[in-house]
């Protein structure tokens, strides 16, 4: 199967996404799926997140995103809890 393309999303594109893109390597890691991990600045989440499967953000700027249906828009509560990143994937359904 394909890796799952990941974007995670913060508002400036610096710390938050990369505590995000470092927390979702570990929990997908766990759920064995395989997936490439890039992070970004909301706005730019915004051009591409049609080229990825999912997008993670914190859950106040999931409304930036108008995604066609093959893209999944994942919004956190709590850009830290490993727990509810893992809750959120097996509810979407996500592997490879």
Do not use: R
């Amino acid at each position: 199967m394909a890796k799952l393309k990941v974007i995670a999303a913060c508002g400036s594109g610096m710390g938050s996404s990369q505590i995000i893109k470092m927390k979702l390597q570990k929990v997908f890691k766990k759920l064995n799926i395989e997936a490439d991990i890039y992070h970004t600045n909301v706005g730019d989440a915004k051009s591409q997140a049609n080229n990825y499967d999912v997008v993670f953000c914190s859950e106040s700027l999931v409304g930036n995103f108008n995604v066609k249906d093959t893209t999944t828009v994942i919004g956190l509560k709590n850009l830290l809890s490993e727990q509810e990143m893992t809750e959120k994937i097996e509810a979407a359904g996500l592997k490879n």
